[in-house]
């Protein structure tokens, strides 16, 4: 289980020398003598050094004191997980042309028998409830307005 | 201190009309303080215009119970579903999810209640009683001093890392380069904006925070699905038992002073004095292991900072004109609607109005434990909802606070990215709170580092110099120590607990 270790070890190495080498290029400031790259510059150093630590604890050290649940696409879990990003993304895209109330009750819906949920009168009104709930809420309440997208034709108000 | 008028301003603020105003103020400042993208700073920002009509001791004792109510609220979300409802319960959900998880919701929220209602009580008396003296010495912070501040908080990152400190400092390390995303303060150059105008500002700190927070942790329950057993579970307590009362009387009284003391820095809030006081109540614990697992400390702790940093951000709003937090600057606000300056003249000219503030300010929290107490059995219950269903509808709340900030779908889609972000931090060990932290404190850092050589021309010795700026470098140098002694502790605990189950 050491390799989850040095894959972050390695994220944060990169990471570090893509801000290293970006922050000198940041225009220097000789009035005030730091410039706008001074900090990324030092974080990155830092964050640098720390990643090279957790690869050296983890090369050097015997036993692996940490337990890392497997990440493997093969996991039904896991599967779930990517779905429901998917479906975030969709949704998030979907939303200026569905608008709020139709966007969410679809999301709604589809996660829940995504997690296998039998009861489906409770799915249909829960998803079509808390869609209308949060929409008054928010926009009448909290005057925030939600996109509404094409049913905005029957809604001119 | 006037006791006459201290009394006479009770009887003016428990009129009906005003206790009903008060009331609403509290309730609605609990509600939006326990739905993650609304804080209690918004709450008390969209009411604000609608005080223009209302007379004074009405308008602010409403805003005044939003504050409150807000500070309290954002613990019952943090406990329940592991997001904080505002930035200030950030660090009750280290103990108080995993106390929900175990079926000790009712315990968590209503120390958190009481907590919040003893902190608050503290810090509106603090207020009444020590304005012009507190915000003399907070006066004296300059850049250097809040750079010092800057740095003590970050050295807080380390008591609170966890298990790794290594991962800790990393995790703070990659929340201070987040940080650095944006206009860079003091010359205006763009850092890693890559052309998106939305941001210039650095990425959207509420957007992040329920991206990191929230729905990172719905990915997990997802991928899990594990259902909290059935444990019959009843309401058994309003109040926290006498066992838990004596094991954190002394932290709550530790972090009120703290969260009095931070709140009257100006810029310094509830956020930091949660954290600062929860890594205290640690440091300072006979079993410093048992943090993150479900102590009664740990919600203790930064709940009764946070309602009396209230109290404290109030003392130099009243006694400069100086806004001690985010929500007292929108408070400022409120009094130019009313006509009134707030500062050393309001002291000469209008009395009676700064006493009606100390009297609202109490009967606010006492309100709010009312409010509380009879809310504590509703809000248990939700966490025993199906988390098939559950976890969806909260995927949408945070969704929707995260778009109600600026009304732009990028948000939505730095949430979703900071999401994923937090999803596999969290399953690689890193600890997301230092990141919270980290930007706060990361552009405070960077700008008050650079005007104080903008200030000295170049010399930063003056941060060495100046006594309140040395005396809080120490502290951090003192708490990091501290921290990393503690960690060796606690390692050193679990190792021998795991040779003494082996040896069974």
């Not at chain 2, 930064?302 to 309602?307: G, L, T, V, Y």
């Amino acid at each position: 289980m050491k390799k989850p270790n040095i894959i972050s070890a390695a994220v944060g190495i990169a990471i570090s020398l893509y801000v290293i080498f970006t922050s000198i290029t940041f225009p220097e400031d000789h009035v005030m003598k730091i410039g706008p790259g001074f900090f990324p510059l030092l974080l990155a150093i830092l964050f640098l050094i720390f990643s090279i630590i957790l690869i050296l604890k983890e090369i050097l050290s015997k036993k692996s004191k940490e337990e890392f649940d497997k990440f493997s696409f093969k996991d039904p879990g896991i599967i779930r997980s990517l779905i429901t990003l998917g479906a975030l993304i969709v949704y998030i895209i979907l939303l200026p042309y569905l608008g709020f109330i139709i966007d969410t009750i679809i999301l709604l819906v589809f996660l829940m028998l995504l997690m296998k949920y039998k009861k489906y009168l409770i799915i249909g009104v829960t998803s079509v409830g808390v869609s209308f709930a949060v929409f008054f809420i928010f926009e009448k309440l909290l005057n925030i307005t939600l996109p509404m997208g094409f049913i905005e034709i029957f809604f001119n108000y | 201190m006037d006791f006459q008028l201290f009394f006479t301003s009770f009887g003016n603020v428990l009129q009906p009309d005003v206790l009903l105003f008060i009331l609403i103020g509290v309730t609605g400042g609990i509600l939006i303080g326990s739905l993650p993208g609304l804080t209690a700073t918004m709450g008390v920002a969209l009411l604000v215009p609608f005080t223009f009509g209302l007379e004074v001791t009405r308008s602010l004792g409403m805003l005044i119970g939003i504050f409150c109510g807000g500070m309290y609220g954002g613990s019952i979300s943090s406990i329940l579903i592991r997001t904080p409802g505002t930035p200030a319960a950030a660090a009750t959900l280290i103990d108080g999810y995993p106390m929900g998880q175990n079926g000790e919701a009712d315990r968590a929220l209503s120390m958190a209640l009481f907590a919040s209602f003893t902190g608050g009580i503290f810090g509106a008396l603090m207020m009444s009683f020590l304005s012009p003296q507190l915000s003399k010495f907070a006066l004296k912070f300059g850049s250097p001093e809040y750079f010092s501040l800057a740095i003590f908080g970050l050295s807080v990152i380390i008591s609170i890392s966890g298990k790794s400190i290594v991962k800790g400092i990393m995790s703070g390390l990659f929340g201070l380069l987040l940080a650095t995303v944006g206009f860079d303060p003091i010359s205006g150059y763009p850092r890693y904006t890559f052309g998106f105008v939305e941001l210039f500002e650095g990425p959207a700190f509420i957007p992040t925070l329920i991206g990191l927070f929230a729905v990172s942790e719905i990915f997990l329950g997802i991928e899990k699905l594990v259902e909290i057993k059935k444990i019959d579970f009843k309401i058994k307590r309003l109040f926290p038992s006498l066992s838990d009362l004596k094991a954190s009387w002394l932290v709550i009284l530790k972090s009120s002073i703290i969260g009095t003391f931070i709140g009257a820095i100006p810029g310094a809030g509830g956020d930091i004095a949660a954290f600062v006081s929860y890594g205290e109540a640690k440091r300072s614990s006979k079993h410093p292991e048992k943090f993150g697992k479900g102590v009664i400390e740990g919600i203790a702790a930064p709940e009764s900072a946070n309602n009396a940093c209230s109290g404290g951000a109030m003392i130099p709003l009243l006694s400069l004109g100086v806004p001690g937090d985010a929500v007292t600057a929108v408070l400022l606000g409120a009094f130019i609607i009313q006509g009134l300056q707030p500062g050393p003249l309001l002291y000469k000219e209008h009395l009676d109005v700064v006493y009606n503030i100390f009297a609202a300010m109490i009967t606010a929290n006492i309100l709010m434990l009312f409010v509380g107490l009879l809310g504590v059995g509703l809000f248990s219950r939700i966490i025993t909802i199906n988390k098939k269903i559950l976890l969806p509808v909260i995927l949408i709340l945070s969704l929707v606070g995260s778009y109600a900030m600026r009304n732009n779908l990028f948000d939505v889609f730095l949430t979703a990215g900071f999401g994923v972000i937090g999803y596999i931090m969290q399953r690689y060990g890193f600890p997301l709170s230092p990141i919270l932290l980290a930007l706060i404190l990361g552009p405070m850092a960077e700008s008050h580092l650079r005007r104080t050589l903008v200030i000295t021309g170049g010399n930063p010795i003056i941060i060495l110099t100046r006594p309140i700026s040395i005396a809080m470098l120490i502290l951090a140098v003192l708490s990091l120590v501290t921290s990393m002694i503690n960690q060796r502790k606690i390692e050193k605990r679990l190792a021998e607990k795991t040779k003494n189950e082996e040896v069974k």
